[in-house]
């Protein structure tokens, strides 16, 4: 089994930084890829970025592209998103999920991701 904790959520302004960390442990050899999700309330959930295990591939939302980047550090289990230029769209519960990817293209589908965090809440305010 695969366990994720996200952590590093919070309100901040637009404009401003904030960075993101999921904790990843457990059975992690099931899985080859890491991403981050969010979801705004009365939205469905949608894509941010996603990472091959071996940190070969990034892909991003057109979104976030730009301001967002998606990096993990293998020696400490953990993934992070680093968030810039918040803007007030940017607030959403996000969540960091893991899964095996077969194709690249699919890295952004969370149909693809099989294991889930709890999540932690970004507000971007104005």
């Known amino acids: 089994q695969v366990q994720l904790v996200e952590s590093g959520g919070g309100s901040v302004l637009v404009g401003r930084s904030l960075r993101l960390s999921c904790q990843v442990s457990?059975?992690?050899?099931?899985?080859?890829?890491l991403a981050w999700f969010r979801q705004a309330p009365g939205k469905a959930r949608e894509a941010v970025a996603a990472?091959?295990?071996?940190?070969?591939?990034?892909n991003y939302a057109d979104s976030v592209k730009g301001r967002f980047t998606i990096s993990q550090d293998g020696a400490k289990n953990t993934m992070y998103l680093q968030m810039n230029s918040l803007k007030s769209e940017d607030t959403a519960m996000y969540y960091c999920?893991?899964?095996?990817?077969?194709?690249?293209?699919?890295?952004?589908?969370?149909?693809?991701?099989?294991?889930w965090g709890q999540g932690t809440q970004v507000t971007v305010s104005s």
């Open positions: 999920a893991a899964g095996a990817v077969v194709n690249d293209q699919w890295a952004l589908n969370p149909g693809s991701y099989t294991h």
């Open positions: 457990g059975y992690t050899s099931s899985t080859n890829y």
């Open positions: 990472i091959s295990r071996g940190g070969g591939r990034k």
